[in-house]
Nanobody, 121 residues
Framework: QVQLVESGGGLVQAGGSLRLSCAASGRTFSNYNMGWFRQAPGKERENVARISWSGAITSYADSVKGRFTISRDNANNMVYLQMNSLKPEDTAVYYC??????????????WGKGTLVTVTT
């Protein structure tokens, strides 16, 4: 089992920045690819960003490219999502997730409970 706890959400004005953090515990963190997902009210959950187990490979949704950056610290079992130039449409609950390192996929095995990000005009 991998336990994931997100933090860093909150209320921010459009154009502002937030950094989300995800603390992992349980099994060996570096055995997992990690991802950030979000779900806005009335919408399906979408993958925002993913990072490979080593950090060498990243991918982003088109809607956040150039604004969001995913990173990880394997020594401290942390993954981050730096969000800049936030827009009201970024408002959602953001979830951290972990998937097996040998499969580069949006399908994840473990999920956190989420942190709410609200972007106001």
């Amino acid at each position: 089992q991998v336990q994931l706890v997100e933090s860093g959400g909150g209320l921010v004005q459009a154009g502002g920045s937030l950094r989300l953090s995800c603390a992992a515990s349980g099994r060996t963190f570096s055995n997992y690819n990690m991802g950030w997902f979000r779900q806005a009210p009335g919408k399906e959950r979408e993958n925002v960003a993913r990072i490979s187990w080593s950090g060498a490979i990243t991918s982003y949704a088109d809607s956040v490219k150039g604004r969001f950056t995913i990173s990880r610290d394997n020594a401290n079992n942390m993954v981050y999502l730096q969000m800049n130039s936030l827009k009201p449409e970024d408002t959602a609950v953001y979830y951290c997730a972990a998937g097996p390192k040998l499969i580069w996929s949006k399908d994840m095995d473990y999920w956190g409970k989420g942190t709410l990000v609200t972007v106001t005009t």
